[in-house]
């Protein structure tokens, strides 16, 4: 068990060393002068030298990585080309808007699409196992945005049961505030992850469900809930922890569509405001994180594989 968590953990060091060396790579050789965006349009040739001179870029790249890369190490994502604020900071400022948004969205699909996959499972080829992979088939074919506009004029102006758009911070504003801000937005990047994580619960109960373990549980006289969630659920578990863990890039994907759609102040928008302005050291801060939460909860995920089946820890 232990070879082989330190054999996951030290797999995942390569991964982020790659995904570093990617992102500077594709800032440093994509157009634009971070000196011109700087110093502006009426800038000097001298001025943009001293520039470039202050921030390194007139040396050669290998060390400019290098540079970087210590840096890095050191906590230390650079400064903002255009806030000229530390970038730890601006993500800092903008970190709990995502995280409670991505949070809730995550508890949300898995309460609402393990049990519709169980259920489908259990009922397959009913009425209710139809119904099921009709919505999951839909919510994979709407895109976010439109079932966000689609949410905001349903509860929000039509009804005027939820606020339209905006972000209350538990810390300040209270849970109250927070939830009623944050439903819409969950509901909305949560869809697509309902629909994705149903359908592999499904998938995993149908050949589990045909085990002898499965009939023997029954022949014991075991109930139905019993086989269905202690034995059967937990034999299927691995794919599903595998599907959460791989679609969180989806859910990465949807926070910025979600944020820009409810005009909430988190990484998000930070990420296509950087974007938009050609702000370097933000954009790479940002990469840099996100790639490294996705091989963390990757790492985590594959770490649970050995708590749920026991094979895993013998090979």
């Not at 982020?16 to 965006?37: C, E, H, K, N, Q």
């Not at 730890?88 to 049990?115: D, F, G, N």
């Not at 489908?120 to 009709?134: E, R």
Request: aromatic share 8%; hydrophobic share 55%; glycine share 8%.
């Amino acid at each position: 068990m232990f070879s082989y968590c330190l054999r996951r953990t030290l797999a995942a060091v390569p991964v982020m060393v790659v995904v570093a060396l990617f992102v500077f790579l594709l800032l440093r050789l994509s157009p634009g002068d971070p000196a011109a965006i700087i110093a502006g349009d009426m800038a000097t040739p001298e001025q943009l030298d001293r520039i470039r001179e202050t921030l390194g870029l007139n040396q050669p790249i290998y060390l400019q990585f290098f540079n970087w890369g210590g840096e890095l190490l050191r906590g230390d994502f650079g400064t903002s080309l255009m806030s000229n604020l530390p970038v730890t900071q601006l993500m800092a400022q903008r970190l709990e808007p995502t995280v409670s948004l991505a949070l809730l969205s995550i508890v949300l699909s898995v309460v609402v699409a393990v049990p519709m996959g169980v259920i489908a499972a259990w009922k397959h080829g009913s009425l209710i196992d139809n119904v099921v992979m009709s919505v999951s088939v839909l919510g994979f074919s709407v895109p976010v945005f439109v079932i966000g506009y689609i949410l905001i004029k349903i509860f929000a102006i039509d009804l005027g049961w939820l606020p339209v758009q905006g972000f209350k911070r538990v810390s300040e504003d209270g849970f109250g505030p927070f939830i009623r801000h944050a439903i819409l937005p969950s509901l909305m990047l949560s869809t697509i992850y309902i629909a994705l994580i149903a359908r592999m619960t499904r998938a995993s109960m149908l050949d589990v469900l045909g085990e002898d373990f499965v009939r023997t549980a029954h022949a014991k006289g075991a109930s139905e809930k019993r086989v269905l969630f202690k034995h059967a659920l937990r034999n299927a578990g691995v794919p599903i922890l595998e599907v959460i863990g791989t679609g969180f890039a989806l859910m990465i994907t949807g926070v910025v569509v979600t944020e820009s759609v409810f005009n909430i102040p988190g990484l998000g928008r930070l990420t296509v405001d950087a974007i938009l302005a050609r702000d370097y050291p933000v954009i790479q801060g940002l990469i840099l994180v996100t790639s490294g939460v996705y091989v963390l909860i990757n790492l985590a995920i594959d770490l649970s594989y050995a708590l749920l089946d026991p094979r895993i820890r013998y090979q």
